[in-house]
């Protein structure tokens, strides 16, 4: 209970329902007779509504596309895992001994979806009011600047920009593989040039795979990895 005394603290939020922040923290690995799985997909929705809103308001003059491509480089696995990181949420998460011994507490995807599940329980506790001051607190306090350059990163185009200027030809993607179940479902993209293939990244849609994948192989070719 002292690992979920330090969460509320970090969170800057008590929970009133011991059963609801158990589940929250519980992954599938733990064999319990719940899981944080359903709070995992009810916070999804939330957190996109909350930061939605939050650039609304905070880019008011930007249009649709714009806002769209800053709140997809905010809401994905990358973006969850790090406030999950900010919040120490790693130590805080049931897992079983094999997955505590295959680094699950440090493992992106768990981390994203147990800080999605957070979201979700303090939203059925508390409403979106208060769940939205808790969420843009801690994006607010684990990024340095959140402006238009920071967080609209488009390594697709900057990897086109590279290609065409190095070796006259522009990358392409091809979808690796689908899986997941429906209201969850990633895509595994891979980025390929001169015929061969420089790097593979999932995503939770084809676009977000296409980005992160694009963001690796410009390390790659940029000599970063």
Same mark, same amino acid.
């Given at each position: 209970?002292?690992?979920?005394?330090?969460?509320?603290?970090?969170?800057?939020?008590?929970?009133?329902?011991?059963?609801?922040?158990?589940?929250?923290?519980?992954?599938?690995?733990?064999?319990?007779?719940?899981?944080?799985?359903?709070?995992?997909?009810?916070?999804?929705?939330?957190?996109?509504?909350?930061?939605?809103?939050?650039?609304?308001?905070?880019?008011?003059?930007?249009?649709?596309?714009?806002?769209?491509? %800053?709140?997809?480089?905010?809401? $994905?696995?990358? !973006?969850? +895992? @790090?406030?999950?990181?900010?919040? =120490?949420?790693?130590? #805080? *998460?049931? %897992?079983?001994?094999?997955?505590? $011994?295959?680094? !699950?507490? +440090? @493992?992106?995807?768990?981390?994203? =979806?147990?800080?999605? #599940? *957070?979201?979700?329980?303090?939203?059925?506790?508390?409403?979106?009011?208060? +769940?939205?001051?808790?969420?843009?607190?801690?994006?607010?306090?684990?990024?340095?600047?959140?402006?238009?350059?920071?967080?609209?990163?488009?390594?697709?185009?900057?990897?086109?920009?590279?290609?065409?200027?190095?070796?006259?030809?522009?990358?392409?993607?091809?979808?690796?593989?689908?899986?997941?179940?429906?209201?969850?479902?990633?895509?595994?993209?891979?980025?390929?040039?001169?015929?061969?293939?420089?790097?593979?990244?999932?995503?939770?849609?084809?676009?977000?795979?296409?980005?992160?994948?694009?963001?690796?192989?410009?390390?790659?070719?940029?000599?970063?990895?």
């Amino acid at each position: 209970m002292n690992q979920i005394k330090a969460l509320e603290k970090a969170l800057n939020y008590s929970f009133k329902r011991d059963d609801l922040i158990t589940e929250a923290l519980t992954h599938k690995s733990y064999k319990k007779p719940y899981n944080n799985e359903r709070l995992e997909f009810l916070g999804d929705a939330v957190l996109d509504l909350i930061v939605g809103e939050y650039l609304f308001n905070k880019f008011p003059k930007e249009d649709e596309g714009l806002l769209s491509k %800053i709140r997809a480089s905010l809401v $994905n696995e990358k !973006g969850f +895992t @790090k406030l999950a990181e900010h919040i =120490n949420l790693g130590q #805080a *998460i049931f %897992i079983s001994s094999a997955e505590e $011994n295959n680094s !699950g507490r +440090t @493992k992106p995807s768990l981390l994203s =979806n147990a800080f999605e #599940a *957070i979201i979700g329980a303090i939203y059925l506790e508390s409403g979106l009011e208060v +769940t939205a001051n808790v969420t843009t607190r801690l994006i607010e306090a684990s990024h340095e600047t959140i402006d238009l350059n920071s967080l609209s990163k488009d390594f697709k185009t900057t990897l086109q920009e590279l290609t065409q200027a190095e070796f006259g030809e522009t990358p392409t993607y091809k979808m690796v593989r689908a899986f997941g179940p429906d209201h969850k479902k990633e895509f595994e993209i891979s980025v390929e040039l001169q015929h061969k293939i420089i790097a593979t990244s999932i995503g939770r849609s084809k676009k977000e795979a296409q980005q992160k994948a694009a963001e690796i192989a410009l390390k790659k070719l940029q000599g970063e990895v």
